[in-house]
């Protein structure tokens, strides 16, 4: 089974400064997909980016971006001139790409990291 | 467009007392999922449905059981609600099917569920 890990329970990081959130996976598939979702208090969950595994080009939305190292299994989030709106808890999780045709595809997450912005 | 849409928002329950969360969402997915979140355990598959008629078990699936309803909507029920089932539920659904799996999962805004 994959297992997601994010090793960073809780990060700062001043406003309009870059932080980089940690995330390592483990599988033995391919084929996959990734993704960082934020969960602000309001406890919904919105999609930040997403990663194919079968691009090597690193995915860039607006301020997120992200560090995709297959070989290493390692998928970081950047997030550069953080705003006070950036203070939430992000997830990384990993969806198989594996799949029979019809077959529901699960995501797997990690336990989240606890993003704090300070003035 | 509602999106995923989960009921109630917050419920107290009492030790063996069962109860039904509903969800329903309106994007034509045909893959619904059960999720529940706890401190420091992210979230976690209790449940997930690939198309009408179909349920599968996830991660964490004692206790629970769920119904696909239909195409739209995908229930979970807690027969004998205990201490260790109070946590945040999610319901999400997405596109499913090679092809699909690019797609996020869109999820509910949560049921916050306290068992006493």
């Known amino acids: 089974a994959q297992t997601v890990t994010q090793s960073q329970p809780e990060m700062s990081v001043q406003e309009a400064e870059t932080v980089t959130l940690s995330c390592t996976y483990d599988t033995s598939e391919s084929d996959y997909y990734l993704f960082w979702y934020k969960q602000p208090p309001s406890r919904q969950m919105i999609l930040v980016i997403r990663?194919?595994?079968?691009?090597?080009q690193n995915a860039t939305e607006n301020r997120f971006s992200v560090n995709f190292q297959k070989a290493a299994k390692s998928f970081s989030l950047k997030i550069s001139d953080s705003q006070l709106g950036d203070a939430a808890m992000y997830f990384c999780a990993y969806r198989s790409g594996v799949h029979w045709s019809g077959t529901a595809s699960k995501l797997t997450f990690g336990t989240g990291t606890r993003l704090q912005v300070t003035l | 467009n509602a999106g995923v849409t989960q009921t109630p928002k917050f419920q107290v329950l009492k030790t063996g007392q069962s109860m039904t969360l509903q969800c329903a969402q309106d994007m034509n997915h045909n893959s619904m999922y059960w999720y529940r979140q706890d401190p420091g355990m992210g979230l976690r598959l209790i449940y997930y449905?690939?198309?009408?008629?179909?349920?599968d078990k996830g991660e964490v699936p004692n206790g629970y059981n769920v119904s696909r309803l239909n195409k739209r909507e995908f229930s979970l029920r807690l027969e004998s609600a205990a201490p260790s089932q109070t946590s945040v539920y999610f319901c999400?659904?997405?596109?499913?099917?090679?092809?699909?799996?690019?797609?996020?999962?869109?999820f509910g805004n949560g049921t916050r569920l306290t068992v006493t």
């Open positions: 449905s690939a198309s009408e008629g179909t349920t």
């Open positions: 999400a659904s997405s596109e499913a099917g090679r092809g699909s799996y690019n797609s996020p999962l869109h």
């Open positions: 990663q194919e595994a079968y691009k090597q």
